[in-house]
């Protein structure tokens, strides 16, 4: 994602509009917010910040300071109903805003190695505070016990090797062919079930925030959801690397 410019780019907001949806890639395996709602919304900033002449960067910064300040009110401010909402607000304009940089670079003519580095650090940022934001405004502030505090410290080790299997796989799959098939079918159940593990759906829990023990079940049992997710891609992706693999890496 380059951060060269900030003049005015050729064409209106519809135009850019346009080209990013004929542009959309397929959303397969994605949940239903990320698909239906972020990446929508996404594409609206995009074209909106490449009208105006803004680069990738600038929105990835953009992003990253929106979801700091959402973590920092989880983290210092006690609950209140208003804090929630401030919270899940923020959160969520943060992760509509990864969703833009991407488009906006793929407006400008295609991303950087470095603009792409920026990006994924941020989202590794994020993902490994999150919960331990939680945990800190819990540890703070209550209502829960001690031994809650072990739910945000196991959301927070899912939530990372989760995020690490998500951006190694690509890495030690076989580059697609032009041969490969371009078309999948999905079971349109799929994008529902995948729900509680969608960062953006995630976000919105947090209105529940200054609801005492309402948020901490909510929390919990998306813990719980996001955990079973993790075992079952870790099964999958272990059987998918050793047919890769082959017979002759079987002793390994």
């Known amino acids: 994602m380059a951060a060269t410019g900030a003049e005015r780019a050729p064409g209106g907001f519809r135009t850019h509009l346009e080209a990013l949806g004929r542009a959309q890639k397929p959303s397969l395996n ?33 992003s990253a300071t929106l979801s700091t300040a959402g973590l920092t009110v989880l983290a210092l401010v006690e609950p209140r109903w208003w804090t929630g909402i401030l919270v899940a607000v923020l959160l969520a304009a943060g992760y509509v805003l990864d969703s833009s940089d991407g488009q906006l670079a793929r ?24 919960h331990l934001a939680v945990l800190v405004s819990w540890f703070r502030f209550g209502p829960v016990t001690d031994g809650w505090l072990l739910v945000p410290l196991g959301f927070e080790v899912v939530a990372v090797v989760t995020y690490f299997g998500l951006i190694l796989m690509p890495t030690l799959r076989p580059a ?77």
Not at 38 to 60: C, E, K, M, Y
Not at 110 to 116: L, P
């Open 30 to 62: 994605t949940a239903a917010y990320s698909r239906l709602v972020n990446r929508p919304a996404g594409r609206v900033v995009a074209a909106a910040a490449h009208t105006l002449g803004a680069t990738p960067n600038q929105v990835t910064a953009l």
């Open 107 to 130: 407006l400008r003519g295609g991303g950087s190695r470095s603009g792409e580095w920026l990006d994924h650090t941020i989202d590794c940022f994020k993902t490994a505070s999150l």
């Open 176 to 252: 697609p062919t032009e041969s490969s098939p371009s078309t999948a079918h999905e079971n349109p159940l799929r994008k529902w079930a995948l729900l509680p593990t969608d960062y953006g759906a995630q976000c919105w829990m947090f209105v529940l925030l200054g609801f005492g023990m309402v948020f901490a079940w909510t929390y919990a049992l998306v813990f719980v959801c996001n955990a079973a997710a993790l075992a079952i891609a870790l099964r999958k992706w272990w059987r998918e690397l050793r047919a890769l693999d082959g017979p002759s890496q079987g002793s390994r």
